[in-house]
């Protein structure tokens, strides 16, 4: 798989908003920075993940 094709992969898996889907793209030591802090390890990222994208389920725009 070449990084192209692994970014494109990334890129629709996320939009689905399952952690799940995404998790095997991603390094059980990954690191993730989010505008809230970094998060290192599945675990870690999987909250950082479903916090981020439960707070997009409540935004409006206007």
Known sequence: MTPQDLLKQ?????????F???APLIA????FW???GSFVGTDAIRGAFE????GLANATTG
Do not use: M, P
């Open 10 to 18: 990334y890129e629709s898996r996320i939009n689905l908003h399952q």
């Open 20 to 22: 799940d889907a995404v």
């Open 51 to 54: 916090r981020t994208w439960a």
């Open 34 to 36: 989010f505008n809230d």
């Open 28 to 31: 059980a030591d990954a690191v």
